[in-house]
T-cell receptor, first 112, second 109 residues
Framework: DAGVIQSPRHEVTEMGQEVTLRCKPI?????LFWYRQTMMRGLELLIY????????DSGMPEDRFSAKMPNASFSTLKIQPSEPRDSAVYFC??????????FGEGSRLTVL | GIQVEQSPPDLILQEGANSTLRCNFS?????LQWFHQNPWGQLINLFY???GTKQNGRLSATTVATERYSLLYISSSQTTDSGVYFC???????????FGAGTRLFVKA
């Protein structure tokens, strides 16, 4: 079975530009998570969905961040406008049962 | 919210040595996972272990939920074991999963 698929793997952009990160969860998994990893803050949960519905977005840093899950096989995390402090690795994970997460390989974002 | 503490923060081992990593959590949990983040950044599932003991090759894990801790044992360590080991927990409802800060392991050849 294919794992969680994220794209792009690497993104370099300039401050003020829009960034869209994409995620395809494992087929049959009904929960999807977006995490951000930085040296200073470790792995932070940004938002998670259950059955395509956002359940908890309390970790989303500010209004510049938004996430959608239009169907069971696709989710996006958008940053508009991007800032240098958004530079991080963004991970998507999916789950079939509570508490057992499977991660994608991450999207490394650099905002200049 | 629930707090997760991992110890030690850093660990250096000689190849072939054994080690124990610890994860303490501040509240009761329904789920607990151990992950290994390799030097390339991939997060790899090691164990899903809300309670009890599991073994997979040279690795084993034990969770004592009533005492709010979990242990990860690495035996006969190899250089490929290097990386960061994370403990992640979730409680009632089970979906909001919180990570500890990790234990950074370096195994010397």
């Amino acid at each position: 079975d294919a794992g969680v698929i994220q794209s792009p793997r690497h993104e370099v952009t300039e401050m003020g530009q829009e960034v869209t990160l994409r995620c395809k969860p494992i087929s049959g998994h009904n929960s999807l998570f977006w995490y951000r990893q930085t040296m200073m803050r470790g792995l932070e949960l940004l938002i998670y969905f259950n059955n395509n519905v956002p359940i908890d977005d309390s970790g989303m840093p500010e209004d510049r961040f938004s996430a959608k899950m239009p169907n069971a096989s696709f989710s996006t995390l958008k940053i508009q406008p991007s800032e240098p402090r958004d530079s991080a690795v963004y991970f998507c994970a999916s789950s079939r049962q509570p508490g057992e997460l499977f991660f994608g390989e991450g999207s490394r974002l650099t905002v200049l | 919210g629930i707090q997760v503490e991992q110890s030690p923060p850093d660990l250096i081992l000689q190849e072939g040595a054994n080690s124990t990593l610890r994860c303490n959590f501040s509240d009761s949990v329904n789920n607990l996972q151990w992950f290994h983040q390799n030097p390339w950044g991939q997060l790899i599932n090691l164990f899903y272990i809300p309670s009890g003991t599991k073994q997979n090759g040279r690795l084993s894990a034990t969770t004592v939920a009533t005492e709010r801790y979990s242990l990860l044992y690495i035996s006969s360590s190899q250089t490929t074991d290097s990386g960061v080991y994370f403990c992640a927990v979730s409680n009632t409802g089970g979906f909001k999963t919180i990570f500890g800060a990790g234990t950074r392991l370096f195994v010397k050849a």
